[in-house]
């Protein structure tokens, strides 16, 4: 094994036994599993973050199996590579025989004209496609050859995986740090693991990083110490980019846990979309959706503190812009909960686009010119403040919406008391109507 490469790539499990993590996919039984031992594979596409195994399963796959294994990058590769494969795997005296695996990292960068010169191929079994991408396939990738193919999601890895890879790097002679003399404490390992967010290679990147850049001791020895650790490890990696799939997840957890009233995994998933640079206009956006749509009339405050938050965000920017993004999210979460007025304006809305509605009353209608009131234009208009109560007892529904329900408060919060004061127009309105009677 070649030493001047990353210590990474030198790890890279050899063998299923080797590859730590994924049990829900390549576990003692499973369907992956049972397909690479039995050298049945059919096209497959892995999708996950960096750094938990995607292209290191596509090199145990080439190391397992009988079949030829070709490997091509999305970003530097063209339709003409494509061919050149294909070819070679058509040529009974370069493949000898036997089924080619063909391995395209980033396959979510091929554009529509690359994925579509390779569709034939997979869709005949020229070739086995083994895509791997860090996007969500069923959202990047060509539809034709999503189903042509078995989708398997990577997660992040568990610290203790890591922390087996990384005690098998320090063990191992040949392809790891074996030859060298290193004392690290069980804890530092943890540190590490826990620090790289499920990303193996950074683990192993920053575990190399403080071995090449720490001189021996005077017995030789290399001891790494949390401190020594803290210089080396890079900066706790955000998990998700913020033009990705992971950022959709963040972004409806985070609305999620405002609907259900929980402030703590609120400002979790709001730190991790600051930490990952979204744009803090988008999430005081959302923010105020959700004050609107979801706490509604319970508490109508939370709307105004939404988009104060919003104006004050716009205003001083970041980092001070974190703080009443977090206030206004914290308001939202801590709000008594009614869609009331959302579900009203979408039934409104539904009514009006699908039936008639009838006209505007008469007496409801606008006369600004002279000679409208003649023709009826708010004739008959009763206005309110000359009433007991500030309440009329006059039609305000078209005539083909009369009796229409849209607005059903809950009794939640504020809409206790607008149940309250609708009781209370009823009431005033009964009076009227009887003392008219």
Do not use: W
Not at 99 to 120: S, W, Y
Not at 220 to 242: A, P, Y
Not at 293 to 308: H, T
Request: charged residues 25%.
């Amino acid at each position: 094994m070649d030493n001047s490469k990353p210590l990474a790539y030198r790890m890279s499990p050899q063998t299923l036994d080797d590859y730590a993590g994924q049990e829900h996919i390549i576990g003692k039984g499973k369907m992956l599993r049972r397909m690479i031992e039995a050298d049945r594979l059919s096209s497959i596409i892995l999708f996950g973050p960096p750094g938990v195994g995607k292209t290191a399963l596509a090199r145990v796959v080439a190391n397992t199996t009988s079949s030829r294994f070709e490997q091509l990058n999305a970003v530097t590769a063209g339709v003409a590579d494509i061919k050149k494969v294909v070819s070679d795997a058509s040529n009974p005296l370069l493949s000898e025989g036997r089924k080619t695996v063909l391995f395209i990292d980033e396959i979510h960068r091929f554009n529509k004209l690359q994925q579509d010169a390779l569709l034939p191929y997979v869709e005949d079994g020229t070739v086995i496609l083994i895509g791997a991408t860090t996007e969500n396939p069923f959202f990047e990738v060509n539809k034709a050859l999503v189903s042509r193919s078995t989708v398997f999601q990577l997660y992040p890895l568990e610290s203790r995986d890591i922390v087996k890879v990384l005690r098998r790097a320090l063990s191992n002679k040949e392809r790891g740090l074996g030859s060298m003399d290193i004392s690290v404490s069980d804890e530092t390992l943890r540190k590490i693991a826990e620090t790289s967010n499920g990303d193996c290679r950074t683990a192993l990147n920053s575990l190399e990083l403080a071995v090449i850049t720490t001189p021996p001791s005077s017995d030789g020895t290399i001891v790494i110490t949390d401190e020594v650790m803290k210089e080396c490890i890079q900066i706790k990696t955000v998990i998700f980019d913020k033009d990705g799939e992971n950022h959709y997840d963040n972004i409806s957890a985070m609305i999620k846990s405002m609907r259900g009233s929980d402030p703590d995994a609120v400002i979790l998933y709001l730190a991790r979309a600051l930490a990952a640079g979204e744009d803090i206009e988008f999430l005081a956006r959302r923010i105020m959706i959700c004050a609107a749509e979801d706490v509604g009339m319970a508490n109508p405050n939370a709307l105004l503190v939404a988009v104060a938050a919003y104006e004050c965000a716009r205003t001083v920017g970041m980092p001070e812009a974190r703080i009443p993004l977090a206030e206004a999210a914290i308001t939202v979460a801590t709000s008594p909960k009614s869609n009331a007025a959302y579900l009203a304006i979408d039934d409104a809305l539904n009514d009006v686009r699908t039936t008639d509605t009838g006209v505007v009353p008469m007496h409801l209608r606008n006369a600004p010119a002279k000679g409208m009131e003649e023709l009826g234009y708010s004739v008959g208009y009763k206005y309110p403040h000359d009433f007991p109560g500030h309440i009329t007892g006059q039609q305000y529904m078209t005539d083909k919406t009369l009796g229409r329900k849209y607005y059903k408060p809950t009794d939640i919060g504020y809409e206790r008391k607008v149940n309250e004061y609708l009781d209370y127009v009823k009431k005033m309105i009964d009076q009227e109507n009887g003392q008219n009677a």
